[in-house]
């Protein structure tokens, strides 16, 4: 066996190998790999908070804002900036029912207390329905409703006309027609609808068939055009199907369904965060009855419950479904109600013309006739 060689050949410039020994590698201190600087430190906060009212204002869920307070620690603060706070979207304070605790509260008390409209809406509605504090709750919606924030107007109308929190005696008709007609300025789809209702039937206002029809008209238009401009690629479900008109007398839609009471048969509106916190929480602690003989509104997109009983008004045809407002009745019907419901017998209450009986009957519960 040959002997291990510990030398090794040397190449000279001269040309020839020289022995020589092993030479050992040395690394320079400038060739160490380090750290780079951390380029998120070199943006100045102004420009981070504005960037984060951006990730705010168009987050769509909760898990948007989240991670980024999950981020690192510089995000974290910022992200809590009562700026960036004040621009969340409606999707990103979307509290779930099931998950509802005292941080929850604390974090929508927060956004409230940053100026945010959204919080100051969906705060408002829990506290008044869910949590029955209606003076606070009614008074953050008023909050909302002071800077145009259009479903807190609609909300308060509501209020108004049923007299929620209050008596029958508590009713303000001319007030909800009054918030109504400023959320119908502001686009509000529910409003127009109830607008066009109040002024057809003389509900809380000189009643004016052909100015209603008009806000009806309106109404069935913009939530057409909402759902065609949604990028809904199949049109299957736009049906242009006949109303029937019931009485010479009444105006209905003369086979064109944007003249009709209810429009287009449609796709269902987005549910609103707070609307469907609403319907979560009953659902979680009662079914379908808050309690005491209460009913929650028979559009599944509402979730308001009753504060009294026989509060809202019901179908005079069926006399199984309730209504918290006539835009949540035409909604209903032409989504579900239009093919379940089926007269009573003829000495209950109610024409089945399509009129609005508003004063009760004995019972003192109101009715509502289904849209034709």
Known sequence: MLPVRTTKRVFSGAGDFTLGKKRRRCVSPATETKPGPDLLDSIPDDLVV?????LASTARCPADFINVLMTCKRLSGLATNTLVLSRLSQKAIAVKAQNWSDSAHRFLKRCVDAGSLEACYTLGMIRFYCLQNRGNGASLMAKAAISS??????????IQFNGSGGSKNDKDLRAGVALCARAA???HVDALRELGHCLQD???????????????VQANARELAAVLSS??????????SQPQITNSNQIHG???PLLSDFGCNVPAPETHPANRFLADWFAVRGGDCPGDGLRLCSHAGCGRPETRKHEFRRCSVCGVVNYCSRACQALDWKL???MDCSPVEQNDVGDGE????????????????PMS
Do not use: M
Request: glycine share 14%; with cysteine.
């Open 202 to 216: 003389g509900y809380g206002v000189p009643q004016n068939v052909t100015e209603g029809r008009r806000f009806l």
């Open 254 to 256: 003369h086979g064109c």
């Open 50 to 54: 504005s960037i984060l009212c951006r």
């Open 149 to 158: 924030h259009a479903p807190a107007l609609y909300s308060l109308a509501v």
């Open 336 to 338: 579900r109600h239009k």
């Open 354 to 369: 399509g009129n609005v009986q508003i004063d009760g009957n004995v019972n003192g519960d109101n009715v509502l006739v």
């Open 231 to 240: 990028g809904i690629s199949s049109r299957s479900w736009l049906t242009l």
């Open 185 to 187: 300025f502001l686009g």
